[in-house]
């Protein structure tokens, strides 16, 4: 009987350790947005040691309106909030804290929930800037009767405004909106397993798995493993390529 007990004991403290491995070694992964080994999110995102995959190459802010309006993923330790990742590695690293990630006023525990959410912001934004708004003075809004009350009553004149550029006339304004929006959509991402490009996702996943070779996401001359960071890379892109043509069309 004895026997028994022991021997029921110990496979509860067998299997009770694996089970624990595979916890720990499935929250290791769950935060992988590629089927590469080399994630580009940690499942401790926080600790103070975590390389930061959305860091930017230069912390840095632009001068002009139309990029300064551009959404910024932020980055919060204890209380302190800033804009530049290496700050915040620098601060939790003091402080022996873990970095958060704030993306439209929403904190994220996890860097890859922040960098799928990011995306979807700038997206957003893309859209918003794209769209023709009416502007009146300083004052810009959706609705064009709104802004021919708010004209007359300040006795001038609406005007349409795209980001942080205006137009005296509408049709002006409608063609630089869809032009930004054409440029916006020429911008793409390529795929690359070795030297080899690829446009499909699948075809790529399947050069990589035959190759042994990581699947790389590229746009422009920006290229990583991470596909999270190429989807934000993408929608900046996308950003860039709008804002240019907005400009000069604006003859900013």
Not at 89 to 100: E, T
Not at 144 to 173: C, D, H, N, R
Not at 210 to 221: F, N
Request: hydrophobic share 40%.
């Amino acid at each position: 009987m004895r026997f028994w007990i022991a021997f029921v004991a110990v496979m509860v403290l067998i299997f009770g350790g694996l089970n624990a491995f595979a916890q720990d070694k499935q929250e290791k992964k769950e935060c992988s947005a590629t089927a590469d080994a080399k994630s580009c999110c940690q499942a401790k995102s926080g600790e103070a040691s975590v390389k930061l995959a959305s860091c930017q190459s230069a912390c840095s802010k632009s001068n002009d309106a139309a990029h300064a309006a551009i959404p910024a993923l932020k980055y919060k330790v204890g209380d302190k909030e800033v804009d530049c990742c290496q700050s915040a590695a620098d601060l939790a690293k003091q402080s022996n804290g873990k970095v958060q990630f704030v993306v439209a006023g929403k904190t994220y525990e996890k860097e890859c929930d922040a960098m799928t959410a990011y995306a979807d912001v700038l997206e957003q934004h893309l859209s918003k800037i794209t769209s023709v708004q009416f502007a009146v003075g300083d004052e810009c809004v959706a609705c064009p009767i709104t802004a021919e009350e708010m004209a007359k009553k300040a006795k001038t004149k609406v005007q349409y405004q795209l980001a942080s550029f205006k137009f005296a006339e509408k049709s002006a304004a409608d063609k630089a909106a869809g032009a930004a929006k054409e440029a916006a959509g020429k911008v793409a991402m390529k795929l690359y397993v070795g030297d080899e490009c690829f446009q499909c996702p699948v075809s790529a996943k399947d050069a990589s798995t035959k190759s042994g070779k990581t699947v790389e996401y590229a746009v422009g001359e920006s290229r990583t493993a991470c596909e999270l960071t190429a989807k934000v890379e993408l929608a900046k892109a996308k950003l860039e390529a709008a804002i240019k043509t907005l400009s000069q069309a604006a003859g900013a």
